[in-house]
């Protein structure tokens, strides 16, 4: 009997698939993880090149899931050939129909229904350009203690990008909004594989739809939008998580009741209380829950890695990015010493409150030994960094002091 | 069966590339499981999820793949199913 190996192997259909098969496998490598994520993510994660994309971290080829490694986040921008991807359902659209491409507007909370074009998109409505953190809600869950079921990221769910689209807010005025309107429902072009699975469909409330910095987006980094982040038009919706900026974004409703689906009511929900979130979907909440919406505060060491060996003596930069939910952040503390003392790193470039924030400190002439390096992150809320992630189901928003050893010789 | 499955299988890979074949441990049950998860997701999804969920963790997991998801899966599979990912893939 053959294996079910051998049978994919000599199927007409899957003969034709074998050469990328091969030519991927042959670039797969081995990447070092966190020590912290679950053991058996390493029999699974390899760096994989997706069509278009460069070498990032394969956690799930289908539906694809793949993390940025964490060097290309040791920058303000994120290239696009390196930014996350993150598929919830694995029918994905085909290019050629992407190349067909039409907004449809409407719904019962409309004035009328209506057709945009990707033209009529870039041409009739203002265009607008922010820089702003794209953030998956489950960033970090693989770090969950005890874990938590579900993709296992690490440090790279997320990027920072110059989007460049019509503002949601003018795109609906134009549609006309009735007063009974309540959300705006999102959909995207790519779907389940099973008819009985819930697609991937949000919604927003309206006053966040219409809050001017809300996008349409066709452009990336002064590019198109790579096929695998959206092409050819995502929703950005700047200090939200992820989950709000739909991609290959097709359809636009206009409800007058709170959407009533898998997406809304079971996923993407934080217990109530929990979380300092400023921003409430509250039609959507419960006694018990709430969907996630802002990003919370937190950072990331970039440099030096966790577990490095240095020479002592030479000027050692410790860096990284900080970000929140739109506040702006205003300092971050950084310890070499475990957290027995503290000073602030000096702030990168301010690319606006969306986005990333870099940041740096120098050791001058650190000695031989081992540095517990800490970085904790404050906004202009006066938020900051927890010491320990805050425990919820689904493993969101995790946040706390972040911490890489080195040792120097 | 299984060359339906394969076809089955290319019917609902991504738009271009294939992605390579993966394998569970092969123990009482991974036919099954393979051929039943494998309609929706590639199979990566299992050993990442490990070794951390334990039988209980595998039960929910599966019943939401049933009750939210849809998947076609009858109470004696799915017992199976949960009975290999916990033996094998369990805490």
């Known amino acids: 009997?053959?294996?079910?190996?051998?049978?994919?192997?000599?199927?007409?259909?899957?003969?034709?698939?074998?050469?990328?098969?091969?030519?991927?496998?042959a670039l797969a490598?081995?990447?070092?993880?966190?020590?912290?994520?679950?053991?058996?993510?390493?029999?699974?994660?390899?760096?994989?090149?997706?069509?278009?994309?460069?070498?990032l971290?394969?956690?799930?080829?289908?539906?694809?899931?793949?993390?940025?490694?964490?060097?290309?986040?040791?920058?303000?921008?994120?290239?696009?050939?390196?930014?996350?991807?993150?598929?919830?359902?694995?029918?994905?659209?085909?290019?050629?129909?992407?190349?067909k491409w039409r907004l449809r507007l409407g719904g019962p909370g409309a004035e009328g229904t209506r057709e945009v074009t990707l033209d009529q998109l870039k041409t009739e409505?203002?265009?607008?350009?922010?820089t702003a953190l794209c953030q998956c809600s489950g960033n970090r869950r693989g770090l969950a203690s005890p874990h938590v079921a579900g993709v296992q990221w690490g440090d790279g769910a997320m990027g920072n990008a110059r989007w460049k689209g019509a503002r949601l807010k003018d795109v609906l005025a134009r549609l006309g909004i009735k007063k009974e309107a309540v959300e705006v429902v999102m959909s995207g072009a790519d779907g389940p594989v099973l008819e009985q699975t819930p697609k991937f469909v949000k919604s927003l409330p309206l006053w966040k739809a219409m809050d001017g910095?809300?996008?349409?987006?066709?452009?990336?980094?002064?590019?198109?939008?790579?096929?695998?982040?959206?092409?050819?038009?995502?929703?950005?919706?700047?200090?939200?998580?992820?989950?709000?900026?739909?991609?290959?974004i097709t359809e636009l409703q206009l409800v007058t009741v709170p959407l009533d689906n898998f997406w809304m009511r079971v996923a993407y929900r934080i217990p109530?209380?929990?979380?300092?979130q400023v921003e409430r979907f509250t039609d959507q909440e419960t006694d018990q829950s709430m969907p996630i919406t802002e990003i919370v505060v937190n950072s990331l060491i970039t440099a030096p890695g966790n577990g490095q060996t240095l020479p002592a003596g030479q000027p050692l930069e410790i860096r990284g990015?900080?970000?929140?939910?739109?506040?702006?952040?205003?300092?971050v503390e950084v310890s070499s010493d475990g957290g027995a003392s503290w000073g602030p790193a000096t702030l990168g470039e301010d690319a606006g409150r969306f986005s990333v924030r870099r940041w740096s400190l120098t050791l001058p002439a650190p000695k031989p030994g081992i540095y517990v390096i800490l970085a904790k992150a404050t906004n202009r809320l006066g938020e900051s960094q927890p010491n320990e992630a805050i425990a919820n189901p689904a493993g969101y928003h995790n946040n706390p002091v972040q911490r890489a050893a080195v040792t120097l010789t | 069966?299984?060359?339906?499955?394969?076809?089955?299988?290319?019917?609902?890979?991504?738009?271009?590339?294939?992605?390579?074949?993966?394998?569970?441990?092969?123990?009482?049950?991974?036919?099954?499981?393979?051929?039943?998860?494998?309609?929706?997701?590639?199979?990566?999804?299992?050993?990442?999820?490990?070794?951390?969920?334990?039988?209980?963790?595998?039960?929910?997991?599966?019943?939401?793949?049933?009750?939210?998801?849809?998947?076609?899966?009858d109470d004696k599979d799915a017992q199976a199913i949960i009975d290999y990912l916990a033996k094998n893939y369990g805490g």
Not at chain 1, 125 to 130: A, G, I, K, M, S
Not at chain 2, 23 to 42: D, F, M, R, T, Y
């Open chain 1, 213 to 248: 910095n809300a996008l349409i987006a066709y452009e990336m980094n002064g590019e198109k939008l790579p096929y695998y982040n959206g092409y050819p038009a995502r929703i950005v919706v700047p200090g939200w998580t992820g989950t709000y900026w739909m991609k290959h």
């Open chain 1, 125 to 130: 409505f203002e265009p607008v350009e922010l």
């Open chain 1, 321 to 331: 990015l900080a970000w929140d939910g739109g506040y702006g952040i205003t300092g």
């Open chain 1, 272 to 276: 109530q209380g929990k979380f300092a």
């Open chain 1, 57 to 99: 971290l394969k956690l799930s080829y289908r539906p694809p899931n793949y993390e940025t490694p964490v060097s290309y986040l040791d920058a303000l921008i994120t290239p696009n050939d390196a930014f996350f991807v993150r598929y919830h359902l694995a029918g994905l659209p085909e290019p050629a129909e992407l190349e």
């Open chain 1, 1 to 25: 009997m053959l294996s079910r190996r051998e049978v994919l192997k000599v199927s007409a259909g899957a003969a034709l698939a074998a050469a990328p098969a091969l030519w991927r496998q």
């Open chain 1, 29 to 55: 490598a081995a990447p070092v993880l966190r020590p912290d994520l679950p053991a058996g993510l390493g029999a699974v994660a390899v760096l994989d090149a997706l069509p278009g994309k460069r070498p």
């Open chain 2, 1 to 73: 069966m299984f060359r339906s499955l394969a076809l089955l299988l290319l019917a609902a890979a991504p738009a271009f590339g294939a992605e390579p074949e993966l394998a569970l441990k092969p123990a009482a049950g991974h036919e099954l499981v393979e051929n039943n998860c494998q309609i929706c997701h590639s199979l990566d999804y299992i050993p990442m999820n490990s070794p951390f969920l334990a039988q209980k963790g595998w039960d929910a997991e599966v019943h939401k793949m049933i009750k939210a998801y849809g998947a076609p899966v």
